[in-house]
Each structure stands twice: as structure tokens, then as C-alpha cells.
């Protein structure tokens, strides 16, 4: 068995410690659903789970995968962008999960981009509760997210670090350009400060 976990299953394994029964928490790139569906199971009866695309392709999947497990009724789905989730959200969230790049199976020319992701990172951090935390499995390479990647990189290393604690995870010796893991953790709740 191997110990070292690819990004999307790190982000799976730190997310299951922390989604409690009840939990408001947000899928910020809906893509296939499988996000979503996890979020829902973890959040469970009494939770709230919001996702976001632009895609009616994206939604339609990931509903029907709600559906299929029981779950449709915990989830509001929202086409928008997750620059946008502010607009839909009010109360404060526990998780915020992102996967930036483009629909797999989908078009390479609609995905993710930095300007729209820098915004839906910031409202993040502002709906996120103490302790709260917003996970990133960035995919890039072959024809597209290299800019975006390259940006973000540059991005998180100015992110508060009273407020925030950021993480960047990588492969180091893998080829074709393995996803990133970024982790941003809200140190203190607003009233704190």
C-alpha cells in the first residue's frame, strides 16, 4: 500500500478530519461531482453543502451523482462563478474545496483562471469559520493552467500569515506536471482580530 497519497486523495484525507455532521461547507468547482458527493456525506443529514460551476454540463453530472447516492436534497447547486459565492453564501463554512483546471472529459478552453480564482480564494477566506479551511488540488499542464498555476503560486506567499497559515504540497520527482496541494487555514475568527 502506498503511504503518499496523490493530491486529491491528501485533500481527501485532511478534509475527513475536519467535516463535521452539520458542517456548512463548499464545493467551489463542482466539475464531475465526486467533490460534491463527498462533501455531502461528510456534512451528512443536518449540513449544508454549496457548489458552484459555469457549466450546466458540470451541474447536470454532478446531480445526477447526488441523486444516485440520496443526497440531492443537502445540496445547492449554483451556476455561477466561485468568484461569485459570496452572493449565495452568508454563514460562516468549514471547508472550501477547489479544483482548478478544467472539466476533465470537458473543453480545455473553459477552465479555471487566476483572476477569477484570486477572488473566490478571498471570499473564501473571508466565509471561512476559525480553524476553517480552503483546499486547492491545482492541475496544470499540457495545453493550459500553467499561468494560472504560476500566479498562484506567487499569490499565496502574500497571504497574511497572522490570519492565514498556507501550505503548498508537490511531487517533486514525478513527470508531466503532477497536481499541486494548497491548504489555507483561518487562524483566528474575525471578531478576533
Known amino acids: 500500500m502506498?503511504?503518499?497519497?496523490?493530491?486529491?486523495?491528501?485533500?481527501?484525507?485532511?478534509?475527513?478530519?475536519?467535516?463535521?455532521e452539520g458542517d456548512?461547507?463548499?464545493?467551489?468547482?463542482?466539475?464531475?461531482?465526486n467533490d460534491t458527493v463527498f462533501l455531502a456525506k461528510l456534512a451528512g443529514e443536518t449540513g449544508k453543502i454549496y457548489a458552484f460551476d459555469i457549466q450546466e454540463k458540470a451541474l447536470s453530472k454532478t446531480k445526477q451523482k447526488l441523486?444516485?447516492?440520496g443526497l440531492a436534497h443537502r445540496v445547492e447547486l449554483i451556476r455561477d462563478g466561485h468568484e461569485n459565492m459570496g452572493k449565495h453564501i452568508s454563514e460562516s463554512v468549514s471547508v472550501v474545496m477547489f479544483n482548478l483546471g478544467y472539466?476533465?472529459?470537458?473543453?480545455?478552453n473553459i477552465c479555471t483562471t487566476f483572476q477569477t480564482t484570486r477572488s473566490?480564494?478571498?471570499e473564501a477566506m473571508r466565509l471561512l469559520k476559525k480553524n476553517g479551511l480552503i483546499v486547492m488540488v491545482v492541475?496544470?499542464?499540457?495545453?493550459s493552467g500553467f499561468e494560472e498555476k504560476n500566479s498562484l503560486m506567487d499569490y499565496i506567499t502574500t497571504i497574511?500569515?497572522?490570519?492565514y497559515s498556507v501550505l503548498k504540497s508537490e511531487f517533486v520527482n514525478q513527470p508531466n506536471?503532477?497536481?499541486?496541494?494548497?491548504?489555507?487555514?483561518?487562524?483566528?475568527?474575525?471578531n478576533e482580530l
Open 2 to 20: 502506498q503511504l503518499i497519497k496523490n493530491c486529491l486523495g491528501q485533500s481527501h484525507e485532511i478534509v475527513e478530519k475536519i467535516v463535521k
Open 24 to 33: 456548512t461547507v463548499v464545493d467551489a468547482t463542482a466539475g464531475n461531482g
Open 67 to 69: 441523486e444516485n447516492e
Open 103 to 108: 472539466l476533465p472529459g470537458g473543453d480545455h
Open 120 to 122: 473566490a480564494i478571498e
Open 139 to 143: 492541475y496544470y499542464g499540457g495545453d
Open 160 to 163: 497574511d500569515h497572522k490570519r
Open 177 to 190: 506536471c503532477p497536481p499541486l496541494l494548497v491548504l489555507i487555514e483561518k487562524l483566528h475568527s474575525d
